[in-house]
Each structure stands twice: as C-alpha cells, then as structure tokens.
C-alpha cells in the first residue's frame, strides 16, 4: 500500500537524524533553555525579520492552538475561526475543554474574510444582550486551510487592520505553513506573516521534523507569562533541546523550504493528472493538498493499491477525496499511481 493519506506518515529527514544522534550524549540545560533552541530562536527571528519577537517550541498542532489560545484569551472570550477550521472540526473539542468557545463562520475552503470578521464583531456589540453572549477576541486562519489553500498578501492585510480595528487578535496555525509559503502562487512571506499577526507558528511534524511546532509571538500583550501557560499545559518539554535541534536543522541551509517545494511540485503532478483524467477538483489548491471528485467506482479500484483520505460525497456517484504529498512522498510512488489511473475506468 503506498499512502497520500497526510504529511506526517513517514519519520524525519534524515539530516534530522544524523543531528540528533550526533549530539546524543551532549549534556544540555532542560524546557528549552538549551543552547540550540536558543541558536534556532535566533534563526526563526531573522528569517522572519522580527527581532523582537518571543519563539517557543512546542510537540505538536492541538497542543500548540490550546496553549496560543488559552493564554491569549480571558475565560469569557472565544475565537473566530472557518466553521471547517482544525480547531473547530479536528481537535476533539480542545479549544472548548480550555474554556473558550470557537465561533464559527461559514467556509468552503477553509478561509475566512475581514468582512466576515467585521460582521461577526458587529454583530456581538450592536446586540442588546452582548454581556449575555461570548465575545470575540481572537481570528484564527490556517496557511494553508484544511482544503489546501493559501491566504495571499492583500488578505491577510485585510484581515490584520480589521482586527487592529475590532481590538482582536491575529493568530496564523501554520502546521503546513512551509507547503503555503512554497506554493506557485504564494505572495506571503514570513516577515509579512510576523507583521500581520500577534502570533503564529511555524510548523516542523509535517515538514520533515519528528515533531515539534515553533511559536511566534510578535505582540507584546501575548508575551508575558506564555511558559506558564505551555508548562501548565503539559508542554513544556523536559528534553526541550530535541526541538531547537530539529528547527535549527530544518532552517539550516534552507532544508525547510526544499523539502515544502519538493512536496508541492509533486502534489502539482498529481494535480495534473487528475485533470488529464477528467476529473474535477473541489477546490484549486496549488499546496500539497489535492482534492479530487472522484467516480465512486474508480475510487475502488484507487484504494486497493493506494491510501487516501475521503472528505465526503459530492453526488450520489461520486466523492471528494484527499491526495497529500509530503517531503517524504517517493517521485516513483507518484509516477505509479498516474500511470495505473490512466487505466481505471
């Protein structure tokens, strides 16, 4: 069985590896105040051309939007996010055991617009009852979304000063943030990223890391006390070196991004294959991420040889399934799966 079902199916690169096992028995300081997640703090703020910003290491994405969340938000405070947003659909309620609630907005493609966000806003203050309700205090987005797509420059600036407006913070889950940034398409860059948003992360477990999230905190008010909050809940990693090792190495001679643009030309690939085929796309998504409506009866013959991830019926004959490449996808495994799909019928 050869898998497209996500980014995260194999290990890590093994310059990751190699790193981690070469500095093995070196003696280091614990929770990440270590020399090498200092060297790979330093690293992520000059890549992103904030100086002044915090950067803390986290294991993974669930726990990494609960701790972002729960330390910027007061009890009586929520988040906007896409109703089809990974913190509203595929977290297992974790923002709600926190305390806070996901306010959710209508999306087909993961994004969210400043004029939903100023719409939402108003419609909390203008109502008579405001205090009786949740108020908004923090936009979640993801680059890329669940369905593969990328947010550009202009709206990202949109949805920045409408925040700037509406007093509510900015928050970018970046867990395929290297597939975005590396997309054709893409006009973003991490400095645009660290100037548009209060905090962000920089995601390493599906861009050839083990595991390991990188926090980015650009404002000021979300800084203070943010270890607590990690240590409080359940974080803090003890053997924290293990991923200031991994993030230096992913940012070392650029190995981040050519292991995200390998894994978009190959998703490209498939992409054009599925067009050749005839099939159409739910989404145009130019990220690692392809989704493909797919004849129910040539999905069967796909899931006999190949993994992949159905995401729902699109008619009563055919369904929208999930194709992801990753920097670990074999160039042959790719060339595989065209070649047999040029003969399903």
């Known amino acids: 069985m050869i898998y497209f079902t996500s980014d995260y199916t194999e290990g890590a690169h093994e310059r990751i590896l190699n790193k981690l096992a070469e500095t093995n028995m070196v003696q280091s300081a614990g929770y990440g105040e270590d020399e090498y997640c200092a060297q790979a703090r330093e690293m992520i703020k000059d890549v992103c051309k904030a100086p002044e910003a915090d950067v803390h ?20 405070q929520g988040v906007i996010s896409a109703e089809c947003g990974h913190i509203s659909v595929h977290e297992t309620g974790a923002i709600e055991a926190a305390g806070h609630k996901v306010l959710t907005a209508p999306s087909r493609d993961g994004k969210i617009t400043a004029d939903q966000v100023l719409r939402m806003y108003q419609e909390h203050v ?48 970046g867990a395929r943030m290297g597939y975005a940034l590396a997309a054709e398409d893409n006009d973003l860059s991490l400095w645009d990223i660290a100037r548009y948003c209060d ?21 000021p008010e979300l800084k203070q006390d943010f270890r607590y909050v990690i240590k409080q809940k359940g974080g803090m990693l003890a053997k924290g070196r293990l991923l200031g090792i991994q993030f230096m190495e992913l940012f070392r001679d650029e190995l981040y991004w050519d292991l995200s643009r390998r894994a978009d030309k190959l998703a490209m690939e498939l992409k054009e294959g599925f067009l050749a085929k005839g099939f159409k796309l739910y989404v145009d998504s130019t990220t690692n991420q392809q989704f493909p409506v797919i004849p129910n009866n040539i999905l069967d013959k796909i899931q006999e040889k190949y993994a992949c991830t159905y995401s729902g019926a699109y008619d009563s004959q055919s369904s929208i399934v999930r194709f992801c490449t990753s920097w670990a996808t074999r160039e042959d495994a790719v060339e595989q799966f065209l070649n047999d799909l040029k003969k399903w019928d």
Do not use: W
Not at 62 to 68: A, K, Y
Not at 134 to 159: C, D, R, W
Not at 201 to 213: D, V
């Open 57 to 76: 290491f986290l294991v993974g994405g669930t726990q990494t939007n609960t701790t972002v969340i729960s330390a910027a938000l007061r009890t009586h």
């Open 126 to 173: 203008e109502d008579d009852s405001f205090e009786h309700t949740v108020q908004p205090k923090m936009v979640y987005i993801s680059n890329s979304t669940e369905f593969g797509l990328i947010y550009h420059k202009q709206e990202l600036e949109a949805l920045h000063q409408v925040c700037r407006q509406c007093g509510l913070y900015l928050y970018m889950d």
């Open 199 to 219: 905090v962000f992360y920089i995601g390493g477990t599906k861009c050839g890391a083990l595991f390991g999230e990188a926090v980015v905190i650009t404002n």
